[in-house]
């Protein structure tokens, strides 16, 4: 028999909401919601708060459905149940002990519970008694940058086949860069692109461009930007404006390490004669050449993409920018992005501080040696 009990957590908002609005769904008929499902915010900042919370959560799953009938309880984006200064209070942990007994000893028939919390501690007793007799779905982010882009890009892809829609590689690039981790701004802007396209169709790079563009989205390629040119003062300022909008800390990281991980690509490059930069009356212009068994072999089967399909005007905006650094520095700049996003999936400390000492860290050097090369 399944479980009535059900625990959903992860640092994927948008994945975790969407999976206990499922559960919901499938366990009270759309006509039995009125009077049979109860919704509890547990997204609390105060101990009182949170302790109110968890006594509205236990009073309702001791309260039986309307005239016997099914009744579900979501508790729903539950903020204490992680090690944070509400979660250890002893009189929130006094609250969440009724409800561990209840999960433990088995609720009433015709009940069915949902949890769904951004953190859960798997070393607290909530947690072990849903262990034991819940079904838990746990939606968490990658700790390294580079499989956090792999699992977002998969999840694109994933969502595109949903909708009966194509994306080119450039196009999946852009859009990755713009919309960053967060699934339910994917899903959003997905959304947005299928309304406008045809099923089958194939979505090309002026289409992201054009439809997915915002505000949000805009400072996001600015902050990548603003690294590629090492301009501090412009990507610190970049940086709050996104945080003040509530943009993803996860995926502004990732959106760094992307542009990072190019940078180096480009950068070796230059250096090993394979990316050949030429003057001209208009400028600078690069162009490939004829490449080495080594390079051949990484370029057309080890990386996602191969660098030489990409459109002209980024090749060289990339490989400019890849001139600004030396190889040990954005070395430097790939470990300080790996450690910053390490920080914000484990630690306490404010994403918003997370992030300001990851672009002071990889750019702090800046100020005195880049206005000097004119």
Not at 3 to 25: M, N, Q, R
Not at 188 to 210: H, I, M, T, Y
């Amino acid at each position: 028999m399944v479980s009535p009990v059900y625990l959903i957590f992860g640092e994927d908002e948008y994945s975790v909401s969407t999976k206990a609005k499922e559960i919901v769904d499938a366990a009270l008929p759309p006509a039995d919601r009125t009077l049979g499902l109860e919704v509890i915010d547990g997204a609390t900042e105060t101990v009182d708060a949170a302790c109110q919370a968890a006594g509205r959560c236990f009073e309702a799953l001791q309260t039986v459905g309307f005239l016997g009938g099914a009744k579900a309880v979501w508790f729903r984006d539950v903020s204490f149940l992680a090690d944070t200064v509400v979660g250890r209070s002893e009189a929130v942990k006094a609250g969440v002990e009724k409800l561990t007994g209840l999960v433990e000893r088995g609720l009433s028939q015709g009940t069915t519970f949902v949890v769904s919390a951004p953190k859960v501690d798997k070393r607290f007793a909530f947690y072990k008694a849903c262990k034991a007799k819940a079904q838990i779905h746990e939606f968490a982010l990658a700790d390294k940058p580079w499989q956090a882009e792999k699992q977002t890009r998969e999840r694109v892809i994933e969502l595109l086949r949903e909708a009966g829609l194509g994306m080119d590689e450039d196009a999946l690039d852009a859009f990755m860069g713009k919309v960053g981790a967060d699934g339910r701004q994917i899903a959003n802007e997905l959304e947005k692109l299928a309304v406008s396209a045809a099923p089958g169709k194939q979505v090309k790079l002026r289409d992201v461009l054009e439809l997915t563009s915002s505000s949000r989205s805009a400072l996001a390629w600015d902050i990548a930007d603003a690294l590629g040119k090492r301009e501090l003062g412009s990507a610190l300022e970049v940086l709050r404006r996104l945080m003040f909008q509530r943009e993803s800390p996860i995926g502004l990281v990732i959106l760094l390490h992307g542009r990072i991980r190019e940078l180096m690509l480009y950068r070796e490059a230059l250096d090993k004669g394979w990316l050949r930069e030429r003057n001209g009356y208009r400028g600078s212009t690069f162009e490939w050449v004829a490449l080495s068994p080594e390079a051949e072999t990484k370029y057309a089967g080890e990386l996602n993409k191969d660098p030489r399909t990409t459109h002209p005007f980024r090749v060289g905006l990339l490989a400019g920018q890849s001139k600004l650094f030396s190889p040990k520095e954005l070395r430097m700049c790939q470990k300080a992005v790996v450690d910053a996003h390490r920080k914000l999936v484990s630690s306490r400390v404010p994403p918003a501080v997370v992030l300001e000492l990851l672009v002071i860290q990889m750019l702090k050097d800046v100020g005195l040696t880049h206005s000097g090369r004119g």
